[in-house]
């Protein structure tokens, strides 16, 4: 009897120690109980109708922006605590420019342009703080984030379109490629003929060079390649002619050839609409032919941001190094590859210190301090990282060094 | 300023080096996870209709197996109001006599009554205190018999969809996993028992128990027996299709590819990949095995009298006093229709909520 | 982690050096690959007596020494999966000789096979669908262990744990599910479960295309150490063609079922002679913004294999295409030692 409750005793020990990096139950219901108390208030404020457009219309910062992200704070409530996805990011997209959005999964890229379209998973992903300033065809500037739903659908596809990753599954199946095309132009369009209609898909596949665009008007998405339906999705974008197109890794799910076909075409039509693109990826290859401007991000915040010259030229940030030497390059005769050590954290319990210190091989003691402040470097081009403060320092002792031969 | 730069980092860093320890934990695994089985019950609990379901069950089975514990009456024990009864049976005897006048032997039939030993005949009852559904026309308890027949509903239930799973699993991943003719054969049996209308088989079947003899108390067995007979098909399908879809998926290679036991697949990477669906299935088919065994008690071949089942007492409403029952005493009959919509609809609360809480699409 | 545990790897390492009959005969190749052939039937109706084939590996042929890497690089659709799963016998062989360790992998039993499948394993492009969920890891990296019984059952769990621990993973994941992971901890749990079935071969299905870079690099380095420490050979495919640069000895290019340009890494990337592979090397792009290159970029899509082109399969995509390649499909010669090529850009006979 005793040996049975012994062994009882250890088995339940034994559990204990396992289950010790699950929550417990009583933290679960603790922070679900609070993020239900969250989501209740924001999502009363999402569903309002009628809301008089004051509210959210704003003054661009500068009006070569299409858009400008401010501070954009983008959170999901989560059951095992709240996850900081985006966390406090600021950039620009200016008018005609393409912006390249780079970082690992989970760093928060794609949440950023879901949360500009407002299609974050609902209800538990919900734009915490900031702003999104949107410069729309008419020249009022949106306040994205204090855009009701209701409304939030005038801006969709009519102003901003968004590409997929998988071409697969971003088209309907059951549907021909014409219906899908001409469905987007008669939801913005209501008193376009079908006639029109057709004319207008037909001359947007024949601009994403697909080859017979009557042929293709007609057939269902499975008849075509992954490349074709990604050029179909491409001239779906452009039907309402968008002030902005999102790109979300538009290519990864590609061969390099079609890639190659693809990243050439979003060029192309970039000139053609006179408008801009932001490109989410985490090739830094397509970054680097496709962007004007580059922005870095890791762990939800932003940590350099530049042209693309000075992104490649010249990092600072010894994450945007450490990416750039991890790509194997051709013909380079390297023996070993460039690795960064470790994961990104976890962005449930993010630390109070700098998020990449735990992977740098640069940190040095000032790195135990709360989250470096981003600085500019020049005009374009900031960083969030302590080295630069250092660099600075030692900027201004050789300077006085200079002063001091100077004298001498 | 920013060529300096480039300069300057290459003199900073070689001072960092000593700066290299790990942290104990890296910053990934800084954070606690929700273990797999608490996520599926978070989400099963947010649901509110599957506490609805869970919460209404519960009560069932405390008052099915509980109540009888706690109930003074019986199953089949006459409780309610009685009198008693004499009955006059009428008697005619004839008797060959001579008649006197004639002298003839004629037959003469004498007419008598003859007035029986004084013996109890049971009323229903209407709803009081110490019968607080009443009593049917036997006397007996409503609200007791209502818990026997919870107990019979319910295990009988949960038996039947047991065994319904072990076997429609067995044949479903077989037929899954090896395909071709096996598949096909499996399959084709299948259909057949999917063509079969299924209340007019049990009813034939239940009629050939009838003819067998079998004793009241152990055609519920037979009942069961029947019924799992008929309903494994449909898990099978199930498991099947699931099967098929699992054997596609890559670490279904894999296992090919470590060169695991065929048995080993099946059971450590099929079934347990398949058990979410097994279980939501099972749920929602209990409510039709009540269903089902609701009806066969109902048109009198499932649970015999006088032992309790829902059914049963519905039927009450069909027997020589059916039409008074069903007009006038309520209280005998539709308790028990409410319990059998109150289970089915639990189970299927129940069922709807476990699909979705192992749902991965509906993470949260 | 008790130090004898490191010693006992480090034995097996040693044990499995001395052991291995290839070290000795050293130029013997480890795997010999003639003329692999995988048709999968289409659609046989009733009323269509001639079956269509889609010719997925349609006469492939190679040898790999041990401890080499042969790279097969090629679009999506040109059967360089295939030829990985037919290599393993994971699709029966069509046509064609697969000899490993001189026992010709197509004629021996089922039975036979299962035994001998710990020597040649697989690690997969998806690391999210390549184990199963409700399996822990140790019980992943485990099971197969166990059954084919590579180490006795009382040292089972520690040896599971060193092997966690070559490929980077902390003993503490032993008891944690795979959801709970990332992609690239997850294909370091798969390239655990390889690994401890000790392979002397494994075929690399495009294992870093799904990651991102800097966990890319974590794990072709990952590759790389074990290839040196245990004298693992390797056969990855993959579409990227940097990567495949960097880690292979050897390059086959495919296309459409047939080997179009086969030779040494360095003959591949210095001296490119098939167009197909000079448009696939020009396609990678490169981060860098002033390189500017001049691009071959391939019109169209590559045909379905199920109905390739006549003659030369790559002549609807060509720059280059003449009359010759329309009708006549071109055949492997070898124009520099090791350096084998299909096209009638270069004199056939």
């Known amino acids: 009897m005793k040996n049975i409750i012994e062994q009882l005793k250890k088995k339940r020990e034994k559990k204990q120690q396992e289950s010790k990096h699950y929550i417990s139950k009583e933290q679960i219901k603790a922070t679900a109980k609070e993020n239900n108390r969250i989501i209740k208030q924001m999502e009363k404020q999402n569903n309002r109708k009628n809301v008089d457009e004051s509210e959210y219309i704003t003054q661009m910062r500068d009006p070569n922006n299409v858009v400008e992200f401010d501070n954009l704070h983008a959170y999901f409530y989560t059951d095992a605590g709240v996850v900081k996805a985006v966390d406090g990011v600021s950039f620009d997209v200016p008018k005609r420019s393409i912006v390249g959005v780079v970082g690992e999964s989970g760093c928060g890229k794609s949440v950023t342009s879901l949360a500009l379209m407002k299609l974050m998973a609902q209800p538990t992903g919900q734009i915490a703080k900031g702003e999104i300033r949107y410069n729309a065809k008419d020249g009022k500037a949106y306040n994205i984030a204090k855009v009701p739903r209701e409304d939030m659908n005038k801006i969709r596809g009519k102003e901003m379109a968004m590409i997929f990753q998988e071409p697969m599954t971003s088209l309907n199946p059951v549907f021909r490629i014409g219906d899908q095309l001409d469905e987007v132009l008669f939801l913005h369009f209501p008193d376009m003929s079908k006639e029109e209609a057709k004319q207008r898909s037909i001359a947007m596949l024949k601009t994403v060079n697909i080859a017979m665009p009557e042929s293709i008007y007609s057939r269902y998405p499975h008849e075509l390649s992954g490349g074709m339906r990604q050029r179909v999705m491409i001239a779906m974008a452009l039907l309402c002619d968008p002030n902005l197109i999102i790109a979300d890794e538009p290519t990864t799910a590609l061969d390099v050839t079609i890639q190659a076909q693809i990243l050439d075409l979003l060029r192309n039509i970039k000139n053609d609409i006179n408008g801009s693109i932001m490109l989410i990826t985490h090739d830094l290859g397509v970054i680097a032919e496709m962007a004007d401007y580059v922005v870095v991000m890791y762990a939800g915040r932003i940590i350099e941001k530049g042209t693309v010259r000075e992104i490649f030229k010249n990092p600072v940030h010894p994450y945007t190094i450490g990416l750039q030497k991890s790509i194997p390059a051709l013909s380079s005769g390297e023996d070993k590859l460039y690795t960064i050590p470790g994961t990104v954290p976890n962005p449930i319990n993010l630390p109070d210190y700098c998020y990449f210190r735990d992977r740098c091989e640069k940190r040095f003691g000032k790195c135990d301090g709360a989250y470096p402040e981003t600085v500019q470097i020049s005009p374009t081009h900031s960083v969030a990282c302590y080295l630069v403060d250092e660099m600075k320092a030692e900027i201004k002792e050789k300077l006085k060094e200079v002063d001091k031969n100077a004298k001498k | 300023m920013s060529t300096l730069v480039n300069e300057l980092d290459k003199n900073i860093l070689p001072d960092q080096e000593n700066n290299n320890e790990k942290p104990e934990v890296s910053l990934a695994d800084s954070a606690k996870v929700i273990s797999p089985g608490r996520l599926v019950l978070r989400r099963f609990f947010r649901s509110k209709l599957s506490m609805v379901g869970l919460i209404t069950l519960a009560l069932m089975f405390a008052f099915s197996f509980l109540g009888p514990v706690i109930s003074p009456w019986g199953e089949v024990q006459p409780t309610g109001d009685f009198k008693w009864v004499t009955s006059i049976l009428p008697h005619q005897i004839k008797v060959t006599e001579i008649n006197e006048d004639t002298g003839l032997e004629e037959v003469v039939t004498y007419y008598f009554s003859e007035v029986s030993d004084p013996y109890k005949v049971y009323t229903k009852t209407p709803p009081s205190w110490t019968h607080p559904l009443g009593t049917d026309q036997y006397g007996y308890d409503v609200l007791t018999r209502l818990m026997y027949g919870g107990r019979v509903s319910l295990t009988l239930g949960f038996i039947v969809i047991f065994s319904e799973v072990i076997i429609g699993m067995f044949f479903g991943s077989i037929s899954g996993y090896f395909g071709g003719a096996t598949d096909q054969i499996i399959m084709r049996v299948v259909d057949v028992f999917n063509c079969l209308p299924g209340l007019p088989i049990l009813m034939l079947a239940a009629a050939l128990i009838d003819g067998w003899g079998v004793p009241a108390r152990l055609r519920i067995y037979y009942l069961m027996g029947i019924l799992t007979f008929f309903g494994w098909s449909g898990i099978a399908r199930l498991v099947r299709g699931q099967v098929l879809g699992i054997r596609e998926l890559e670490y279904m290679t894999a296992a090919e590819a470590t060169g695991l036991t065929t048995s080993r697949k099946i059971f450590k990477h099929i079934i347990p990949n398949v058990m979410p669906q097994i279980i939501v299935q099972a749920t929602l088919g209990l409510g039709g095995i009540i269903l089902s065994e609701s009806t066969l008690s109902y048109l009198g071949i499932g649970v015999p009298f006088p032992y309790a089942a829902w059914g049963t007492m519905i039927s009450s409403t069909s027997g020589a006093e059916g039409r008074d029952i069903l007009q006038n005493y309520p209280n005998i009959w539709v308790p028990a229709g409410i319990c059998i919509v109150l289970a089915v609809l639990a189970f299927n609360f129940i069922g709807d909520g476990l699909r979705d809480a192992f749902d991965p699409r509906m993470r949260r | ?349």
């Open chain 3, 1 to 349: 982690m008790p130090k004898n545990n490191n010693e006992k790897v480090e034995n097996i390492v040693e044990e499995k050096v001395v052991k291995s009959p290839l070290q000795e005969k050293k130029n013997k190749p480890i795997l010999v690959v003639e003329n692999l052939k995988k048709y999968f039937p289409l659609g046989s109706s009733w009323f269509q007596k001639q079956k269509h084939y889609v010719k997925a590996v349609d006469g492939v042929s190679f040898t790999i020494d041990e401890g080499k890497t042969l790279g097969v690089v090629g679009e999506s659709g040109c059967g360089k999966t295939t030829l990985g799963r037919t290599i393993l016998r994971l699709h029966s062989i069509t046509d064609g000789k697969v000899m490993y360790d001189d026992i010709d992998l197509r004629t021996i039993s089922k039975k036979e096979m299962t035994k001998l499948r710990p020597k040649i394993q697989i690690i997969f492009q998806d690391p999210y669908s390549s184990l199963s969920p409700r399996m822990t890891i140790g019980e992943i990296i485990g099971e197969a262990v166990r059954q084919h019984e590579i180490v006795p059952k009382e040292e089972l769990k520690d040896y599971i744990i060193e092997t966690m621990r070559l490929c980077g993973l902390p003993a503490y994941y032993y008891s944690r599910y795979p959801h709970e992971f990332s992609g690239g901890q997850r294909q370091r749990i798969s390239i655990a479960r390889s690994l401890a079935l000790k392979p002397d071969l494994i075929i690399c299905d495009e294992p870093v295309s799904a990651l991102d870079v800097s966990i890319q690099a974590q794990i072709i380095n990952l590759l790389v150490e074990l290839q040196e420490k245990m004298k693992i050979t390797y056969i990855f495919i993959s579409h990227d063609l940097s990567v495949v640069e960097y880690i292979s000895d050897e390059i086959m290019v495919m296309y459409l079922g047939n080997v179009v340009e086969h030779g040494t890494t360095e003959q591949i990337f210095k001296n490119t002679m098939h167009p197909y592979t000079k448009a696939l090397l020009s396609a990678v792009p490169i981060p860098d913004p002033d390189t500017k290159k001049q691009r071959i970029i391939l019109t169209g899509d590559i045909p379905s294999p199920a109905n390739p082109p006549k003659g030369c399969k790559f002549h609807t995509r060509c720059a280059q295409c003449m009359e010759v390649c329309k009708s006549v499909e071109p055949k492997l010669k070898e124009y520099e030692p090791g350096h084998v090529v299909a096209c009638h850009l270069y004199p056939q006979d």
